[in-house]
């Protein structure tokens, strides 16, 4: 086992109130019981408040959003403006519906003290509504590519005015294939020197910081911690496992841990699907976010997964991008994920800013293969635990094991992005019945009789 080192690493010793910051905005820092700054925030804030463009390799969970909004609710509240603004006068652009939402509900909670208007758009939800509040005018837009290019094709707002423009998590936002969109947004905004940029990413790619080139006026570069891409706070073990016996493991391990809120990351749709039917069969709530269903579906699966009701939420990366739940207590990796980067992003969803974790990770023989390229990502080894005989957690039969890799895997297609592309689905729900096919009454063969 590992030790988890001090929760106060994340934090530098500034504090808030040294800042100069309208008294409304510091009333609303101190509401939410932040006293000192995170890392991120001491390293960023200096920068930012000046006005200065500032591209952040920030890890996930570090504060970077309170960053950036409070930035530009400084602008906002003390640069007031003469007339009427056009359209919103800071934009956050965000890859994914989910972190919009978490992003408009951490800025509906900085700006508690104001009468500043934070709007969120997303696809899929009350098209009128958010059209006609956009017309109105709002202060801080935040959305998705797709969204904010669609009401802006239709001339709710416009972007000519905007102060501050926010792209949040571009690494994520380049991986999803927004690259195009995100210039499409940029273009629309005042050019770089006339507006001040702000860029999030967890990783520092040759993309992103291209981007940051064209698209930003002189900006610092900060990297928060590089050595440390994933919080210290988050105890990490590695687990050799046959493929037969992952799902034996993982009862086991989930029922030595008890109570709390776990998030299991599989590779496939499919495997999310079998996982979650798989644990309910074993007595566990479980229910499952992975592509293609409404967004009302999801959104009742994210809810409960919150408000504590639900205990296991089984997640591909797809469906999880984004994703802001506070208190998950333990990350499995039930499938090592296949992209180094997304090692970094699971266990992210544990231990933010400062709470201690535990991430699990099962390696099988179908996905132990990337675990080289997850090691030299993070840059140290995940430090591997032998499980003993007790560990393994008894199998209802019921089972079929599932078919290993080569025996599925379609030549050129990866396993992962090949099954889970789209957006969320959320698995796992009491299906409805199918009523049962009524049979047609047999006709008579016509005898002639009547
Ligand atoms: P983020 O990295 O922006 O996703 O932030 C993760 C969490 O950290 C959010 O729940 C924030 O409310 C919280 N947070 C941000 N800044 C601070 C701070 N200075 N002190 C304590 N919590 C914070």
Redesign the pocket.
């Known amino acids: 086992m590992t030790e988890t080192t001090s929760t106060n690493s994340l934090?530098s010793s500034t504090r808030?109130a040294e800042f100069d910051l309208p008294e409304q905005l510091l009333r609303a820092?101190a509401d939410?019981?932040?006293?000192?700054?995170?890392q991120?925030?001491d390293q960023v804030l200096p920068f930012s408040l000046k006005g200065t463009d500032v591209v952040a390799q920030?890890q996930?969970?570090?504060?970077?959003?309170?960053?950036y909004l409070i930035t530009a609710f400084n602008r906002i509240l003390t640069v007031p403006r003469e007339s009427e603004p056009t359209g919103p006068r800071a934009l956050v652009v965000t890859p994914t519906r989910e972190l919009a939402v978490?992003v408009s509900k951490?800025a509906e909670?900085l700006a508690a003290h104001t009468d500043l208007k934070v709007h969120v758009v997303f696809g899929g939800m009350h098209y009128k509504k958010q059209r006609a509040t956009l017309s109105e005018g709002v202060d801080l837009l935040i959305g998705t590519p797709g969204s904010l290019i669609d009401y802006h094709r239709q001339g709710a707002y416009s972007l000519r005015e905007t102060e501050v423009a926010v792209i949040d998590e571009c690494d994520r936002l380049f991986d999803m294939g927004f690259a195009e969109d995100l210039r499409w947004i940029l273009r629309r905004l005042p050019n770089p020197r006339n507006r001040q940029t702000l860029m999030f990413t967890a990783t520092l790619s040759r993309r992103v910081t291209t981007l940051g080139w064209r698209e930003m006026d002189e900006p610092e570069e900060i990297v928060v911690d590089r050595e440390q891409i994933t919080p210290q706070t988050i105890l990490q073990e590695l687990y050799h496992v046959s493929r037969r016996e992952k799902f034996s493991l993982l009862l086991g391990l989930l029922k030595r841990e008890g109570d709390g809120r776990t998030m299991i990351f599989v590779n496939t749709r499919i495997s999310a699907r079998r996982l979650v039917d798989d644990l309910q069969r074993h007595g566990f709530t479980a229910r499952g976010l992975t592509g293609n269903v409404e967004q009302i579906r999801r959104l009742r699966v994210l809810d409960q997964f919150r408000d504590g009701e639900l205990p296991i939420l089984v997640a591909t990366d797809v469906a999880s991008r984004g994703l802001?739940i506070?208190g998950v207590t333990h990350v499995v990796n039930y499938d090592l994920p296949q992209d180094a980067e997304d090692y970094v992003h699971r266990i992210g969803r544990t231990a933010?800013?400062?709470a201690e974790g535990k991430a699990f990770t099962l390696a099988c023989e179908d996905y132990v293969y990337s675990l080289d390229a997850v090691q030299k990502f993070v840059g140290y080894e995940i430090p591997t635990v032998f499980a003993d005989d007790g560990l393994y957690a008894e199998v209802k039969p019921g089972r079929r094991p599932r078919p290993s890799n080569d025996q599925r895997r379609q030549p050129s297609r990866p396993p992962d992005r090949a099954t889970d592309t789209g957006s969320v689905d959320a698995v796992g729900e009491q299906r409805p019945k199918r009523r049962p096919r009524r049979r047609r009454p047999r006709k008579k063969p016509n005898t002639g009789d009547s």
Do not use: C, N, P, W
Not at 32 to 38: D, H, M, Q, V
Not at 60 to 67: E, Q, R
């Open positions: 934090f808030f820092i939410l019981g932040f006293e000192r700054l995170t991120v925030q920030a996930t969970g570090s504060g970077k959003t309170a960053a978490q951490d909670a802001h506070e933010r800013v400062g």
